[in-house]
């Protein structure tokens, strides 16, 4: 016969574990910043509730751990201070008993040192992130919204993200802007700055920052919008949403990525909305009030149009209507009908996808700066995908006409120092400069690849192919590649 003594503080931790296996909801008066939470990907997804006096405060799925956590994630409840929250969940109830207050969230010590880390690429704390969204430049700062699953590493809950910059390369991650509700998640979309105060949403002297989203539900989706007063730190929602339920005149799930901008000669907004088989265009005065004015067929998913100078001549100027698979078309726009020239050309392979320009540039600075999605899991860690470089956006003419090309921003220059520079190397010499930097996991390469009988070249680093050019099919990395 075995006996076991436990102490009178194990007791009281045991009867708390089961006190929370058993109840339907756990009380926690909230007196710090953040809530953290256990994530295990072996649990099922279960909902979890925060009410405030029996108010739903927010909603979300969440795979709770009831054994070791795989990670934690965490809410910002920075907002609740002094307020009682009831949380109830309806998974495994073991996990409820593991969620603890803080100032800083689990693992603050090893943030943005883990293992897999980008360390030039925006990632978020914790999470999925996906899609950007809403870029916009206001009063000094670059602001980067973005499709964004709090909860896990996976794709769910979503919601957008935030994240501001003053050169775009050096980000800080706020608390997340826009939440799921009862009418839906929150899909991808734009933000615009209200300067003349069209929607009637002003604040004395101080514009509206405006962001038009797409709500998706199980039966359709449709688009809304909601508004800040302070540097899109706090969103009111629209009390009269949707704007646009489209559903009916399409017949289809898929309408979605709400595009808003300024066309100037007509005085009016300008709405892009993917919907079905491609692009529609909406006109509006007001923000509130839309006119569906065309369409044109080809693209899927997150539309961006814009004008571009052809080689710099402002009196040589183009419009670009873009979709989210990186492919676009040149042609013309009179502020309700986009007009094809050529198209559909591709400008960029590999990983980008549902990349969008920033809105409201200043004048001073034209230029048109685009932010994608790079579609890179990160094995292992509390958080995946990342954002690519800022690069900018102009139009060259080539010999096969007018063509749309890319480069990284200025800005990204401020990270890197020169380590070497050589000329008319050998493949056999550049493999041993290589060699002599590859002690260091964080440089930059920028190179021309010149081919005299070679059918291949490309670039392996710490055994992986990173670039590989076969001439034979003209195939980059695995993709068709037409050398315009």
């Known amino acids: 016969m075995g006996v076991r003594f436990f102490s009178l503080l194990s007791i009281s931790m045991f009867l708390v574990a089961v006190q929370f296996a058993h109840a339907q909801s756990v009380p926690i008066t909230i007196t710090k910043r ?13 909902i979890m509730q925060f009410k405030v006096k029996d108010r739903q405060e927010r909603s979300f799925k969440i795979r709770l ?8 994630v965490f809410c910002d409840v920075s907002a609740l201070k002094g307020q009682t929250i009831s949380i109830s969940y309806d998974g495994k109830k073991e996990g409820l008993g593991k969620i603890y207050q803080d100032d800083v969230i689990t693992g603050q010590d090893s943030l943005y040192n883990e293992k897999n880390r980008p360390q030039f690429h925006f990632t978020t704390k914790r999470g999925w992130i996906n899609d950007p969204n809403g870029m916009v430049f206001y009063d000094g700062e670059y602001h980067l919204f973005y499709q964004h699953n709090p909860y ?30 009862s009418t839906g998640t929150m899909f991808s979309g734009s933000t615009i700055i209200d300067y003349n105060n069209t929607a009637g949403f002003n604040k004395g002297s101080i514009p509206a920052m405006i962001a038009f989203y797409t709500v998706d539900n199980p ?11 302070d540097k899109g730190r706090t969103w009111t929602k629209y009390s009269e949403n949707p704007l646009i339920d489209s559903k009916a005149k399409w017949n289809s799930q898929d309408t979605r990525n709400p595009r808003v901008m300024w066309y100037e000669p007509s005085k009016h907004w300008v709405m892009v909305l993917n919907e079905r088989d491609g692009h529609s265009v909406y006109t509006s005065k007001n923000l ?18 814009f004008e571009l100078p052809v080689d710099g001549d402002k009196t040589k100027s183009k419009w670009v209507m873009y979709g989210a698979s990186a492919s676009y078309m040149i042609g013309s726009f009179d502020g309700k009908k986009f007009t094809p020239e050529s198209g559909k050309h591709y400008y960029t392979t590999g990983s980008i996808y549902a990349a969008q320009t920033f809105a409201n540039m200043p004048a001073s600075d034209p230029r048109r700066i685009q932010i994608g999605w ?9 958080f995946n995908g990342m954002m690519l470089m800022p690069t900018e956006l102009k139009l060259r003419n080539t010999k096969n006409g007018v063509r749309l090309v890319s480069s990284p921003v200025k800005e990204v220059e401020k990270l890197f ?11 056999q010499s550049a493999n041993e400069k290589l060699k002599s930097i590859e002690t260091t996991d964080q440089f930059r390469i920028s190179t021309t ?11 392996s680093l710490f055994g992986q192919r990173i670039l590989d050019y076969d001439m034979n099919s003209n195939l980059v990395n695995g993709v068709f590649y037409s050398p315009e």
């Open 34 to 46: 953040y809530l953290n939470l256990p994530v295990s990907q072996s649990e099922a997804h279960g």
């Open 65 to 72: 751990a009831s054994g070791k956590p795989d990670y934690w």
């Open 152 to 181: 896990e590493r996976e794709w769910e809950n979503m919601s957008w993200g935030h994240a501001v910059s003053a050169d775009m390369v050096h980000w800080k991650e706020l608390p997340t802007a826009l939440s799921p509700d």
């Open 219 to 229: 039966q359709k989706q449709v688009q809304s919008m909601a508004y800040s007063l």
């Open 288 to 305: 509130k009030e839309w006119q569906y004015e065309s369409h044109i067929t080809g693209f899927w998913e997150c539309p961006d149009l």
């Open 374 to 382: 790079g579609r890179i899991s990160h094995q292992g860690m509390p």
């Open 417 to 427: 120092q020169s380590a070497g520079r050589w000329s008319s190397l050998s493949s």
């Open 449 to 459: 690849i010149q081919l005299s009988h070679a059918t291949s070249a490309g670039l």
